[in-house]
Nanobody
Framework: QVQLVESGGGLVQPGGSLRLSCAAA????????MGWFRQAPGKQRELVAA???????NYVDSVKGRFTIYRDNAKNTVYLQMNSLKPEDTAVYYC?????????????????WGQGTQVTVAS
């Protein structure tokens, strides 16, 4: 049974924008923080942004001021708004759920993962 489903990836030119969505099964969304990770070819997966139930957030330095993570708890959905995209943002982006309502950059703190969506920034 699929628990997290990402959408919204694609090809965009440098400077462009995309919004990623992650729809979660209600049973796993309600009391946990959520995060977006990414993995570029040949690189380790890294946390991009995370958000708690109450809306507290953190971001990797490279996306601060350009990306915004937010959630709609009524829709069991978390979003990643990505603006001013750069070629180095190219990666597969994954949505994930933490084991509790706290912010973490550590993969082991996340217990549910989506299948990933490709984001390619190129001219």
């Amino acid at each position: 049974q699929v628990q997290l489903v990402e959408s919204g990836g694609g090809l965009v030119q440098p400077g462009g924008s995309l919004r990623l969505s992650c729809a979660a099964a209600e049973s796993i969304f309600s009391i946990n923080a959520m995060g977006w990770f990414r993995q570029a070819p040949g690189k380790q997966r890294e946390l991009v942004a995370a958000v708690t139930m109450g809306g507290s957030t953190n971001y990797v330095d490279s996306v601060k001021g350009r990306f915004t993570i937010y959630r709609d708890n009524a829709k069991n959905t978390v979003y990643l708004q990505m603006n001013s995209l750069k070629p180095e943002d190219t990666a597969v982006y994954y949505c994930a759920r933490t084991r509790g309502d706290f912010l973490s950059h550590k993969e082991r703190e996340y217990d549910y993962w989506g299948q990933g969506t490709q984001v390619t920034v190129a001219s």
